[in-house]
């Protein structure tokens, strides 16, 4: 059974602040992983897509990085600002790549402090 | 382009009520999936939709039953509503290719049963 697990759970930083998410999952057997930003009450924003065969994806100051081998992703935000606070949830497409199936992690709640 | 749609975005319905929830996909994708999002988790799946046909069914009971039409819109049911079924339910399309697809969402509907 594919289970997703993000740590931190939470995390508070200052503005300017360099900061990686962590992502680790347990069955290698995925077809791409996907990063999502969620504000409070709304729906999820897709920010990284990597799929199996990749090693890592770069959206202005986003990057994501993925090791099937291990289990692991991170997502590394550069020079944080207020306006990332939000929870950043990691998801594994899990079964058949024709389909749409993707396996949650409980999500990293972010707070950047001006 | 308009991106994934749900309606409604907010409704409250009262214990052992029927309720119907409503997705349209971006123009072009005709994977539809459900998610149920329940408050400090992660979105858990309910059900996959690819070409009218269910592909992907999660761990649910039979109260929650979906249907994909002809234009790949997309219904979720839920009868006999109960305490626990309040959450965040949520729609994403994808156009499925090979290697993966990038799922894209909708800003939910809110269910609250009371």
């Known amino acids: 059974k594919q289970e997703v697990t993000q740590i931190p759970a939470a995390l508070s930083v200052p503005e300017g602040e360099n900061l990686v998410l962590n992502c680790s999952f347990t069955d290698s057997a995925i077809y791409n992983l996907q990063w999502f930003r969620q504000d409070p009450g709304k729906g999820l924003t897709s920010l990284l897509l990597i799929q199996s065969s990749q090693r890592e994806q770069t959206s202005g100051r986003l990057n994501a990085s993925l090791d099937k081998s291990s289990g692991r992703s991170t997502l590394y935000i550069a020079a944080s600002q207020p306006g990332d606070s939000a929870t950043y949830l990691c998801a594994v497409g899990h079964g058949s790549s024709n389909t749409g199936k993707l396996i949650f992690g409980q999500g990293t709640t972010l707070q950047v402090k001006p | 382009d308009a991106g994934v749609t749900q309606s409604p975005t907010h409704l409250i319905k009262t214990r052992g009520q029927h309720v119907t929830l409503r997705c349209s996909p971006i123009?072009?994708?005709?994977?539809v999936s459900w998610y149920q999002q329940v408050l400090g988790q992660g979105p858990q799946f309910i059900f996959q939709y690819y070409e009218k046909e269910e592909r992907g069914r999660g761990n649910f009971p039979d109260r929650f039953s979906a249907r994909q039409f002809p234009n790949y819109s997309s219904e979720l049911n839920v009868n006999a509503l109960l305490l626990g079924d309040s959450a965040l339910y949520l729609c994403?399309?994808?156009?499925?290719?090979?290697?993966?697809?990038?799922?894209?969402f909708g800003q939910g509907t809110r269910l609250t049963v009371v």
């Open positions: 994403a399309s994808s156009l499925p290719r090979t290697g993966g697809t990038e799922a894209f």
């Open positions: 123009s072009g994708h005709k994977s």
